[in-house]
């Protein structure tokens, strides 16, 4: 639930509202009056820069409205200020870019594209769009997880901020610094930065920023479990507010205050009052979270009807589709505890098994995520090393370049003052023992990070050592304990005059299991990788695929699959284990993923320059083009578990142990079936 000033966290019972931090430098709140306004000032306009101005302001208003049009809007105003060379136009259409990038989700992009724009800001010596930048940047570096980064560009952005006499950006910015003490859990330091962007506000001519620092602390004393102080600051903040859609966020923080003391009735009428304003402002983004609230409201008041139709309407309205995953699973849990209140078992357990579906759409995106923010943080690293080394470089080439001038200098002094070269010489000596030493220096630094982060590298792996005795002993245990309880209950029911629903729920527990238990295996398997070497051993190819085809013969049986393994297949000298790996998953994947009433699997063998060559080909399913990388990343599922059973790990396995063998592995484009090709070199 975002809006240009803050993002608020709603934890998974909306016990609590977290502010987490201000968005994006100047707030607006009637997007729809402002846009139309832009657009028929656009239409008036009749210079370049007034028209590149007219088109950044309407990227910057469609952010929360059409990102599309945000990059439409933005590119254009990029385009039109490059043609005319209008470094402040490029400066402004690159800072809206940076932030549709980072609603999206690409905050390295953002990064990327807002230094840029930090760049020209600098050589325009423009403080409004520097702080501008800055402030975005910061906000980016939090969301990666950078804090110590965010806050030293908070920092500049206020300086900066407080140069141009921007009272609203001072403002915003204290409030993001709060915001970030905040999510470090330093009440003090976060209180002592609201009251400062008070003050502030005081000052500011813009009336809709007034409420934003009593509503920032009053959720923070809500979070504190403070409500006496938190509902003072929500009135307070009340009381400045001049636009429905702020009044709308602020009671909907009162109206979490009155739900965590029980107030329920008081919290039910600033939740419908809050509703009605967001309807009569056509808030979309804020409607699903506000009535989702009433419904649990409802449900605390013990309205159960009440509470069960709103609940209702709300999984009916196509609309509320967009939101998220966590939202929808929480309705549909709210929905199950309903149930069991009324006493509907039946539909109960239908809710809580849209649940468990829902849990593992969240589990699957919640890992990507995580890769790829790992992924962000360590091109981040990786770039200050090649900005460092740069700087270096450049030291060095400045001092090369000094030292050259100095011997042209020389060489004329020589010349005229002969008696005076002894002196220069000695000179010129000392500086290239400076250089020396100063060269040496950094080498001694690099070298001492290298060996501390070898050791870190090793403290690591010992960890992951760890964790795979953990999860192959004591993770392991419970499961089979669950699985085999859940047998023993089951059969008992068969004994008994219950329903035959609850053989059904018991047969969901243990398909559960079976999947829990698979996927530590999987993961296990997957850790294991970096933390142990491979013995390698001469392997005939056809023996191994010829007893992996004698290992699989019950599935084979089943399904009545043709797999075709050619005669002439080379000896390699390399890991039976890890090799028999990557073939069983994608021969499994090839019948696993298979409607065909005569599934066939072919291996083929070529050399290349090199490199032995495998493919392993399928008449199944096949894969869209769109999901030709996708598919090796970890936990990364094409179809739900309910479809086909599986963790999402097996070709992220294949394509590591490929990779640590030196080769390539990847997934042929064809019309019909699937084709996945993989390289070992000739050793």
């Known amino acids: ?111 990327d594209i807002n230094e840029e724009s930090l760049k020209i800001a600098r050589e325009l010596n423009n403080p409004i769009l520097m702080a501008n930048a800055l402030n975005d940047i910061g906000i980016s570096y939090n969301e990666l997880g950078f804090t110590d980064k965010a806050l030293s560009y908070y920092l500049e952005s206020l300086s900066y901020s407080k140069i141009s006499d921007k009272k609203l950006l001072e403002c915003l910015t204290l409030g993001n610094i709060g915001n970030l003490y905040a999510l470090l859990n330093d009440k003090e330091k976060a209180a002592n930065y609201f009251n400062q962007s008070a003050e502030i506000a005081k000052k500011c001519n813009n009336q809709m920023v007034k409420y934003l620092p009593d509503l920032n602390l009053g959720n923070l004393y809500l979070d504190e479990g403070n ?14 507010a001049t636009d429905d859609l702020s009044k709308s966020e602020i009671l909907f923080s009162i109206a979490e205050s009155f739900k965590e003391q029980k107030r329920y009735k008081e919290a039910l009428k600033k939740s419908e009052t809050a ?70 078992f039946q539909s109960a357990a239908g809710s809580f098994k849209k649940v468990t579906a829902l849990q593992d759409s969240i589990f699957n995106t919640e890992k990507l995520s995580a890769i790829s923010g790992t992924e962000a943080k360590f091109q981040i690293k990786e770039k200050e090393k090649e900005n460092t080394l740069l700087r270096i470089q450049q030291e060095q080439s400045q001092m090369v370049l000094a030292q050259k001038n100095k011997t042209f200098w020389l060489v004329a002094i020589l010349l005229l003052l002969v008696s005076s070269i002894s002196l220069l010489l000695f000179r010129a000596f ?28 090793k403290t690591s792996n010992v960890e992951l050592e760890r964790f795979a005795y953990i999860a192959s002993h004591d993770l392991k245990e419970p499961l089979r304990n669950i699985s085999s309880f859940s047998s023993l209950v089951q059969r008992e029911l068969e004994l008994s005059e219950y329903p035959s629903s609850i053989n059904e729920y018991m047969s969901f527990i243990r398909t559960n299991t079976v999947q ?23 392997v005939s190819i056809y023996e191994l695929l010829t007893n992996l085809k004698k290992t699989l013969q019950t599935s084979i049986e089943q399904e009545r699959v043709i797999i075709n393994i050619p005669n002439h297949l080379p000896i390699l000298l390399t890991s039976r284990v890890q090799l028999l790996t990557v073939f069983k998953n994608l021969i499994s994947n090839g019948i696993k993923y298979n409607q065909s009433k005569q599934p066939i699997i072919k291996i083929e063998y070529t050399e290349i320059p090199g490199f032995h060559k495998f493919s392993v080909i399928d008449n199944g399913l096949g894969i869209p ?55 070992i070199p000739q050793k």
């Not at 699973?329 to 009324?342: A, H, P, S």
């Not at 630094?445 to 290298?450: D, E, F, G, H, R």
Request: hydrophobic letters at 35%.
């Open 275 to 344: 509703i009605s304003l967001t309807k009569k402002i056509g808030n979309a983004e804020n409607m699903p979270y506000n009535t989702f609230l009433y419904a649990r409201l409802l449900y605390l008041d013990e309205q159960f009807d009440a509470s069960k139709q709103q609940i209702k309407s709300i999984l009916d309205d196509q609309k509320y589709r967009e939101v998220s995953l966590y939202t929808i699973r929480d309705l549909y849990e709210l929905q199950g505890n309903l149930f069991l209140k009324l006493k509907d």
């Open 625 to 679: 083009r769109v999901y030709k990388k996708q598919i090796f990343e970890m936990f990364k599922r094409l179809h739900t578990r309910t479809e086909y059973q599986g963790t999402g790990l097996g070709l992220a396995i294949c394509k590591k142990i490929i990779c640590k063998m030196g080769g390539e592995i990847w997934l042929e484009e064809v019309s019909e079936g699937s084709v996945f090709s993989f390289t």
């Open 430 to 457: 000392q500086n290239k023992q400076k250089f020396n030493s100063r060269l040496q220096q950094e080498v001694d630094s690099k070298t001492v990070a290298l060996l501390k982060s070898n050791k870190q590298l």
């Open 227 to 240: 409500y006496e102080l938190a509902h003072s600051h929500f009135e307070l903040s009340l009381s400045k």
């Open 516 to 538: 829990m238990h698979n996927l530590i295996e999987d993961v296990l398997e997957f850790s294991k990788l970096d933390g142990t070497q491979a013995i390698r051993e001469q």
């Open 1 to 111: 639930m975002t809006n240009r000033h803050i993002i608020l966290n709603i934890l998974p019972q909306y016990a609590s509202i977290i502010v987490i931090s201000c968005l994006f430098s100047i707030p607006s709140f009637a997007q729809n009056d402002k846009i139309k306004e832009l657009e028929n000032i656009l239409k008036e306009s009749n210079t370049d820069t007034a028209r590149i101005n007219t088109l950044n302001a309407l990227s910057y208003e469609y952010y929360r409205v059409d990102i599309e049009k945000t990059y439409y809007y933005g590119e254009l105003a990029l385009n039109q200020s490059k043609l005319i060379n209008y470094q402040k136009g490029i400066s402004q259409a690159l800072n809206y870019l940076s932030i549709a990038y980072a609603v999206e989700g690409d905050q390295q992009k953002s990064i």
